[in-house]
């Protein structure tokens, strides 16, 4: 199974040996517990196999584990005894986020000294993007809203009417699927522009009270399309204050007008 165990048992694997693996993992997985299988699946040159070899025992590496790291003044925090709330990450990620000034890479998030891994987060929201999209909506008490486009009108309320014209529309999209961009594309268009409106830059993440739209460049009524292109990440103030006027100098708008 595991051919690497196979080949180093003959050269007797040593907790010399196995010991600073071991610390490398603890560092890496942000000096908390971890378990085998963790150990396992994250590839570091060390395997759950080497770990006995060498202890006798995966309790015993871990007991040699924590003895070699309290002599270095280090601890292993225990691993999720309570899981964490999502408050307790939201309000981490606002903190970092803040720090950076824009959405975080994983790079900026392991070097802002972060008191949760980045990992969690990815693992909590089924990836990182997916990660700020939640901490967006926390942050602004409410879903990321579709705006059809068509000013001063609720989408919701729009979306009836408007079905009406879809024989205008030049793309044969079924109307309800052209209208409403799926969670994934909405998550796409709001990562493309950085979660942050794309004509004046607020963005929730950074001020209490602002409020994102995913809103359509060419309006929903006139038959634009729910495509990354026509879509784009606006907050609400400049949705609601832009009247009727297409965005000047946008491929798609000078095209269909
Ligand atoms: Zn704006």
């Given at each position: 199974m595991?051919?690497?165990?196979?080949?180093?048992?003959?050269?007797?694997?040593?907790?010399?040996?196995?010991?600073?693996?071991?610390i490398?993992a603890a560092?890496?997985?942000?000096?908390?517990?971890f378990?085998?299988?963790?150990?396992?699946s994250?590839?570091l040159?060390?395997?759950r196999?080497?770990?006995?070899?060498?202890?006798?025992?995966?309790?015993?590496?871990?007991?040699?584990?924590?003895?070699e790291?309290?002599?270095?003044?280090?601890s292993?925090?225990?691993?999720?005894?309570k899981r964490?709330?999502?408050?307790?990450?939201?309000?981490?990620?606002?903190r970092?986020?803040?720090?950076?000034?824009?959405?975080?890479?994983?790079y900026?998030?392991?070097?802002?000294?972060?008191?949760?891994?980045y990992?969690?987060y990815?693992?909590?929201?089924?990836g990182?993007?997916?990660?700020c999209?939640?901490?967006?909506?926390?942050?602004?008490?409410?879903?990321v809203?579709?705006?059809?486009g068509?000013?001063?009108?609720?989408?919701?309320?729009?979306?009836?009417s408007?079905?009406?014209?879809?024989?205008?529309?030049?793309?044969?999209?079924?109307p309800?699927?052209?209208?409403?961009?799926?969670?994934?594309?909405r998550?796409q268009?709001?990562?493309?522009?950085?979660?942050?409106?794309?004509?004046?830059?607020?963005?929730p993440?950074?001020?209490?009270?602002?409020?994102?739209?995913i809103?359509?460049?060419?309006?929903?009524?006139?038959g634009?399309?729910?495509?990354?292109d026509?879509?784009?990440?606006?907050c609400?103030?400049?949705?609601?204050?832009?009247g009727?006027?297409?965005?000047?100098?946008h491929?798609?708008?000078?095209?269909?007008?």
């Amino acid at each position: 199974m595991d051919f690497a165990f196979e080949r180093r048992r003959l050269g007797k694997l040593t907790p010399e040996h196995i010991l600073p693996k071991l610390i490398s993992a603890a560092e890496h997985f942000g000096f908390r517990e971890f378990s085998m299988r963790e150990l396992q699946s994250a590839n570091l040159g060390v395997t759950r196999a080497g770990v006995e070899s060498a202890f006798g025992s995966w309790s015993d590496g871990m007991k040699a584990l924590r003895a070699e790291l309290q002599k270095q003044g280090m601890s292993l925090r225990p691993r999720n005894t309570k899981r964490l709330s999502d408050d307790q990450l939201f309000t981490e990620m606002a903190r970092i986020w803040t720090l950076v000034g824009h959405r975080p890479s994983r790079y900026e998030w392991e070097g802002s000294s972060p008191a949760y891994w980045y990992k969690t987060y990815k693992k909590r929201f089924g990836g990182w993007t997916n990660a700020c999209l939640k901490f967006l909506e926390w942050q602004m008490g409410a879903p990321v809203e579709l705006s059809n486009g068509d000013p001063r009108v609720r989408p919701d309320v729009a979306g009836h009417s408007a079905s009406t014209h879809t024989s205008c529309a030049t793309e044969t999209i079924d109307p309800v699927r052209r209208r409403a961009p799926t969670a994934r594309l909405r998550l796409q268009v709001l990562d493309r522009d950085s979660f942050r409106c794309v004509l004046c830059g607020r963005s929730p993440a950074l001020e209490r009270g602002a409020i994102l739209h995913i809103d359509h460049v060419i309006p929903f009524s006139r038959g634009g399309p729910a495509t990354l292109d026509n879509l784009r990440t606006l907050c609400q103030r400049c949705n609601l204050g832009r009247g009727n006027a297409m965005s000047l100098g946008h491929p798609l708008a000078q095209d269909k007008s």
